[in-house]
């Protein structure tokens, strides 16, 4: 009995002393382009992100006004495969949007 103690004890101890790490993340970013349009962008917002209404608007006029906006911020993988979404959309609208994540 005491030594299922003492191995308990042991085993939180252990794991105490591990680092717990938060996994990186990503911004996934939206580009502006002259060809792409205004309600594509918002369809996209919403369908990929699952922006409301007034967040892809307002997301869609930073990307308009600054060249470039961010989507959200998720982990590697997520982020990897919302780029990937967004640009078999834009492909298959044929539209050159651009779509890039980067590290927090």
């Given at each position: 009995?005491?030594?299922?103690?003492?191995?308990?004890q042991?085993s939180?101890?252990?794991?105490?002393?591990?680092?717990?790490?938060?996994?990186?993340?990503?911004?996934?970013?939206?580009?502006?382009?002259?060809?792409?349009?205004?309600?594509?962008?918002?369809?996209?917002?919403?369908?990929?992100?699952?922006?409301?209404?007034?967040e892809?608007?307002?997301?869609?006029?930073?990307v308009h006004?600054?060249?470039?906006?961010?989507?959200?911020?998720?982990t590697?993988?997520?982020?990897?495969?919302?780029?990937?979404?967004?640009?078999?959309?834009?492909?298959?609208?044929?539209?050159?949007?651009?779509?890039?994540?980067?590290?927090?």
């Amino acid at each position: 009995m005491t030594k299922e103690i003492t191995d308990t004890q042991e085993s939180r101890e252990a794991f105490a002393d591990d680092e717990i790490r938060e996994p990186k993340r990503f911004k996934v970013l939206l580009h502006n382009d002259d060809y792409t349009t205004m309600d594509f962008v918002i369809h996209v917002l919403k369908k990929v992100f699952n922006k409301t209404e007034g967040e892809a608007v307002q997301i869609m006029m930073n990307v308009h006004k600054n060249g470039v906006g961010v989507c959200g911020i998720y982990t590697c993988e997520v982020a990897e495969t919302k780029v990937i979404l967004v640009r078999n959309l834009a492909r298959k609208e044929g539209f050159p949007l651009k779509c890039t994540m980067q590290e927090v």
